[in-house]
């Protein structure tokens, strides 16, 4: 580890008031006139040029390498850079101004700079007969408020350090697409810096403001894997997070009079500002590092003491892997351990590899409130066979997953959605000879797989023998109507659980508003979906959400009753529109623009609503809504359904509509009785075309979709009610297709959320998480079940979560022992 000066020989940045000339020697002295303009100048050497479209974020001196060297130079980004200035000596009401750093001669590879203010006034020379002091900051676009009416400015530093360019050079420091050393250029508007200046009186009006970087700098040179390990490894984000907690990033404020720094703003702000994170995805593809490469990014810290010990620098790798190094070493500038402002540590990493374990929940604080979390989630868990023979035209298919979920009758698959990152699973149990089993692709899953056998084999997934827990599962409980009402299946689940739990204490878990990510490492959550009203009763902790709507038709955000008294949001959309299928046999229903096929829902949608048949269109659109809803600081619980199935040439996807009319007659048999009977010509079907039905359904008193209608009585007596069937329809359809289309979908919407817009996402479920691609019917689909889940697990890393009351600790503490050190 490397403990490096800014710039060369420790010089610092200094801006001379110069009238735009380097030639200062020969100039006879000029005095300043009170109510003048100030000018900001350079002297030669003050600055070295740089390309004034991109900033060259740190360049190695001539004579060093990227393997040895000691020093880095900063360059300015001439028209590009700017900077606050404040007098407090300054003329009266033009004692502050904002700035931009140009170049008075680009050409030149010595060139030096001088400020041009940015609006109409710049800062006034005050009494000349006094001293003046200047005081000044760079970044302009990262102070927060200051420097206007006081000598203090206040700034933030992110959890996500959004990086730029990957750029590629040789040991050299040359650009060279075949070089070994792979750099993520930061954003250097983070590399904060405070200027200061003097002017006496009687002296020339050249004010001198030197500038000196505050910002603490870790330089991080990550090493490809190791020889006996894989070829390469595919980098999705560095994190450096510390271990007891200490907030390295967020709001500071610094007097640049006294040179004295303020954190209570992050200090007290209940976020989790203990990690900082710098993403390694360039044009949505994460940085592949192969054996004998070499990737560096560098964070920007508060300007604060830390103690190295204190910090982790860890790599995530594409599937949710996380490799982890403490920072160890004494020899600091001041030979304490300690980090200091202003300076750049070196840290070089060993070469990845060794671990296997899906650890990424690891880097997540243990004050982290769960509500603050985004998760990855699959649909439909266990229906992870894709059938190659399936008739993309008119089948129904569905699976919903290629991966195992947990590799329960796993045999011959190397990985599992578990390894790769996912964390909630969505399960249907049916009931068979009173034992809950799961239930997955129109069946029960053969080998028959028990509630019990899938808890089990979360336990040792989430809370490993002998090995300290980092990871938490939810698993959401599903109803399957196959023989049993709602109430008399959960009885038999909760027996199960109750069970489980007796054999098994302090894995069940519940969720609230309150619960932190320390709450539930090593557990397990259970949420048990319920159509009805019907609670469970019993011993084991489990959550469950009452009325919730299994419909395939949600064309907007639904909402349920949660057990710990929130409200769960649900955006789950999932019978949607084929654009591939645009044509083919009546009675289906095909629309224009790339709609293509459609199911009967949403043409009767569209002709009583104005409904718009792009399906797929609506479910993105749903999807942005709930995102909003969650940034807008909800208590509720979130769940983004992703998945769904586009429709085939099938009725039973599709829907269709067959209608029957009766009307309430009254007949003589022993006194006077009411019976319903059928309409003469009111009946049909089947109809796919809603504008094709031929009658007015404000003519009856009421329309239900099963044969069910109210007792016929006088209430009703002369009234007419219209029974329909087929329209909730929905069974299946083509699963790799909608994922192929929608899971893209997602990946540009989250992959928008950059900055100032990143925000918790909840519990996101998707079709096949955790592959890239999907094969059947001769045809490969591009799901994008890797890039996803990746997002959404970054996401976690790149702002500060809000914080609970859990006491936070080394988050499982994945850092390790020069003896076990899985880098070395």
């Not at 009494?127 to 900051?137: C, E, L, R, S, W």
């Not at 050393?181 to 001198?208: L, Q, R, Y």
């Not at 990424?360 to 066979?385: C, E, H, V």
């Not at 909840?762 to 079709?767: K, S």
Request: glycine fraction near 10%.
């Amino acid at each position: 580890m490397k403990y490096l000066k800014y710039i060369t020989n420790g010089a610092l940045f200094a801006l001379l008031l110069a009238g735009c000339s380097d030639d200062l020697d020969n100039k006879p002295v000029v005095l300043p006139v009170s109510g003048d303009e100030i000018e900001f100048g350079a002297a030669p050497g003050g600055f070295t040029d740089v390309n004034p479209e991109s900033r060259t974020i740190y360049d190695v001196p001539a004579g060093s390498t990227f393997d040895n060297y000691q020093l880095l130079n900063i360059k300015w980004q001439y028209g590009i850079d700017q900077v606050r200035v404040y007098c407090p000596e300054g003329a009266e009401g033009f004692r502050t101004a904002d700035y931009t750093v140009e170049a008075t001669d680009a050409s030149s590879g010595s060139s030096t700079g001088f400020l041009v203010k940015n609006g109409e006034t710049g800062v006034r020379w005050g009494n000349t007969g006094k001293p003046h002091n200047f005081y000044a900051f760079y970044s302009l676009g990262k102070i927060d408020e200051g420097l206007q009416t006081g000598t203090t400015v206040t700034a933030t530093i992110p959890t996500g350090q959004e990086g730029g360019k990957l750029l590629t050079y040789n040991n050299d420091g040359n650009e060279d697409p075949n070089g070994k050393f792979k750099i993520i250029t930061p954003d250097m508007s983070f590399c904060m810096m405070a200027g200061k200046g003097t002017w006496t009186p009687g002296t020339d009006k050249n004010v001198a403001l030197t500038f000196t970087p505050i910002v603490t700098v870790l330089d991080v040179l990550i090493n490809g894997p190791k020889e006996d390990d894989v070829e390469f490894m595919n980098i999705v984000s560095v994190s450096v997070r510390s271990k007891s907690g200490k907030n390295i990033v967020g709001t500071f404020s610094y007097d640049l009079a006294n040179e004295s720094y303020n954190f209570d703003a992050t200090d007290q702000s209940h976020t989790a500002a203990s990690i900082a994170t710098v993403q390694t995805i360039i044009d949505n593809n994460p940085v592949r590092l192969e054996q004998n490469q070499q990737l560096n990014v560098k964070f920007f810290l508060l300007p604060r003491d830390i103690k190295e010990g204190d910090l982790v620098v860890s790599v995530l790798t594409e599937g949710g892997v996380v490799y982890s190094k403490t920072i160890s070493g004494t020899s600091t500038s001041g030979g304490d351990g300690v980090l200091g402002a202003g300076l750049i540590t070196r840290i070089k990493t060993p070469k990845l590899g060794g671990q296997e374990a899906n650890n990424w929940m690891s880097q997540i604080p243990d004050n982290a409130l769960f509500t603050q979390l985004s998760l990855p989630g699959s649909k439909n868990s266990f229906a992870y066979r894709v059938d190659a023979g399936y008739d993309p035209q008119t089948g129904l298919s569905k699976f919903y997953q290629a991966l195992p979920p947990l590799g329960i009758n796993a045999t011959v698959e190397t990985t599992t959605q578990f390894d790769e990152g996912i964390r909630v699973f969505d399960v249907h149990l049916n009931i068979d000879r009173r034992t809950p089993v799961v239930y997955a692709g129109g069946a029960n899953v053969s080998p028959q797989i028990t509630l019990a056998t899938v808890l089990n084999t979360l336990r040792a997934k989430v809370n490993p023998n002998n090995e300290t827990a980092s990871e938490c599962a939810v698993v959401f409980l599903n109803y399957v109507n196959d023989g049993y009402t709602v109430s008399e299946w959960l009885p038999m689940v909760m027996d199960a659980l109750d069970s489980w739990n007796s054999s098994n204490g302090g894995i069940l878990t519940t969720l609230d508003q309150n619960t932190t990510m320390g709450d539930v490492r090593g557990k397990v959550a259970v949420i048990i979906n319920l159509q009805t009203s019907d609670r469970p009763t019993g011993s084991a902790p489990v959550n469950y959400i009452n009325n919730f709507s299994t419909s395939v038709q949600n064309t907007s955000i639904v909402s349920a009753p949660y057990s710990r008294g929130a409200t769960v949001r649900i955006q789950n959309l999932q019978q949607c529109n084929n654009p591939e299928i645009t044509s083919g046999e009546t009675p289906y229903v095909y629309k224009g623009k790339g709609i293509g096929l459609v199911p009967y829902f949403i043409t009767r949608e569209n002709k009583l609503d104005g409904a718009s048949f792009d399906l797929i269109e609506t479910k993105r659109n749903l999807m942005k809504e709930l995102n909003s809803e969650i940034a807008q600081g909800g208590q509720n619980l979130y769940i983004n359904d992703l998945s769904g199935f586009c429709v085939t040439k099938n009725q039973s996807s599709t829907g269709y509509l067959n209608y029957d009319a009766y009307v309430c007659e009254d007949y003589w048999a022993f006194g006077t009785r009411y019976r319903w009977s059928s309409v003469d010509g009111e009946s049909g079907g089947p109809i796919y075309d809603y504008a094709n039905f031929p009658l007015d359904e404000s003519d009856y008193v009421g329309v239900s979709s099963s044969a069910e209608r109210p007792e016929a009585s006088s209430n009703y007596l002369g009234k007419k009610w219209l029974v329909t069937a087929g329209n909730d329809l929905g069974n299946g359809g083509n699963t790799c297709l909608f994922a192929e289309l929608f899971n893209g979908e997602a990946v540009t919407e989250y992959s928008s959320l950059v900055g100032g817009l990143r925000q918790p996402l909840g519990i996101v479920l998707m079709n096949f998480a955790g592959v890239a691609t999907v094969d059947a019917s001769n045809r490969s689909y591009a799901v994008q079940g890797i890039r996803l889940p990746r997002l959404i697990m970054m996401n976690n890393f790149m702002f500060p979560l809000k914080t609970g009351t859990t006491t936070t600790r080394s988050s499982s503490d994945t850092s390790y022992s020069k003896e076990g050190n899985v880098w070395d």
